[in-house]
């Protein structure tokens, strides 16, 4: 049954008693259009952005309540407690976190070597969880009624292993099976995640297999950050005439960028653009990693320009299949984007701008490759014009 609009925070809180947990009902948060916000949020200029100063939305509310409250539980694999930050020196702006206990505690990798391979029903998935991971069932309500009953559920759980306060998958039923492939129902979710809340640092992510998937079953990340990011405002151009797609060029790691001012018709056009690229990158074997923030319009970067749609970044990128941690940190959709968890106390103290450049863009693909990627990627914009 669908959690009425009005009702309390604790709707999505778990029954005292454990073993209640596995007959649980998955409480359904239920959102419209008016729920949205696509514009009007700004980065406080000289207040904290921790997450207990800045306004809440009943989405940010709905999700802190019930994430703190599994950390009180016990539910994920270590305490995350405030961490330790700084903004590296330079001209990039990377914001890097000491995460050790992720480095250490989060879980191995499964044996991938395909970016298109199957689902494994064997191997971990999101339907072995323990019932009290699962924080909500996200239900879009349709214009003219209730929740539409065919939705597509899309699941809002802990990520056990947190890169930072409110460390989230938003999951597709997993009795679905569906593998590592970027879908449009489960990217616009991610996207309506983004204009939910009212925090500008609640940004979505996705990583292909091969790109430091780390579970072959059909998942984005979201989570807070309360520092700006080098993506939200990096100048652009446009590679097609009409605009669907841009390179962010400044950034370690040029990407193809993907703009909508809100939601609506804007952010469904998005959505066809973003998969019809994905699907080119899977196709073709080529990993991936995507980025979705609230940002400035594309062009040249501007102090004005302010966070006035929503940004998504895709990066393609060198396959990396196994278990790689020589680095400082791991190369994955954070990353990409100017956010860097350190594994090491020592790595965090000596990480320099360069070091990082350095890691960021061994992964990248080779110049002749990625001039073919641009290039194929802009032919599919443009056969969507015709």
């Known amino acids: 049954m669908a959690v009425p ?27 419209g259009q008016k729920d949205l916000v696509g514009k009007g949020i700004q980065w406080p200029r000289n207040a904290p952005n921790t997450l207990d100063q800045l ?22 694999r270590y305490r995350l407690e405030d961490l330790q930050t700084q903004i590296l020196p330079g001209s990039v702006g990377f914001v890097a976190q000491l995460n050790i206990e992720r480095g250490v505690q989060r879980r191995r990798p499964q044996n991938i070597k395909s970016v298109r391979q199957e689902f494994d029903p064997e191997q971990f998935n999101f339907n072995k969880i323990r019932p009290g991971e699962v924080l909500f069932r996200l239900q879009r309500e349709e214009p003219n009624g209730p929740a539409a009953p065919k939705q597509e559920d899309i699941l809002v759980m802990i990520n056990v292993s947190p890169l930072e ?54 998942h984005l990340h979201g989570y807070y950050l309360a520092q700006p990011l080098p993506v939200e405002g990096a100048p652009s151009t446009p590679l097609d005439p009409k605009g669907s797609i841009h390179l962010l060029q400044s950034l370690p790691a040029p990407g193809f960028l993907f703009y909508a001012s809100g939601p609506g018709p804007d952010l469904e056009a998005l959505i066809s653009r973003v998969c019809r690229a994905t699907d080119y990158l899977s196709d073709h074997e080529i990993a991936h990693n995507l980025f979705v923030t609230r940002g400035a319009p594309p062009g040249q970067a501007s102090a004005s320009s302010g966070l006035t749609g929503i940004r998504v970044i895709l990066w393609a990128r060198k396959s990396s299949f196994g278990i790689k941690e020589s680095g400082a940190f791991n190369v994955a959709l954070c990353e990409l984007a100017g956010h860097l968890p350190v594994k090491t106390s020592q790595d965090f103290g000596s990480l320099t701008e360069a070091a990082a450049v350095a890691l960021i863009r061994d992964c990248l693909l080779p110049q002749t490759q990625a001039e073919e990627v641009q290039a194929a990627l802009v032919a599919l914009m443009a056969q969507e014009e015709l």
């Open 5 to 31: 609009h009005d009702s309390q925070e604790t709707s999505y809180l778990l029954p005292p008693n454990p073993e209640d947990w596995e007959g649980r009902d998955i409480p359904d948060f239920v959102y």
């Open 55 to 76: 306004p809440r939305s009943r989405f940010d509310s709905a999700l802190c309540s019930a994430w703190m409250q599994r950390v009180a539980l016990g539910l994920f």
């Open 165 to 218: 306060w409110g460390h989230v998958l938003l999951v597709p039923e997993p009795a679905h099976g569906l593998p590592q492939r970027l879908l449009p129902g489960v990217l616009r979710a991610g996207l309506e995640t983004v204009l939910l809340s009212l925090h500008p640092g609640f940004r979505v992510g996705f990583n292909s297999l091969g790109a430091l998937a780390s579970v072959n079953h059909l």
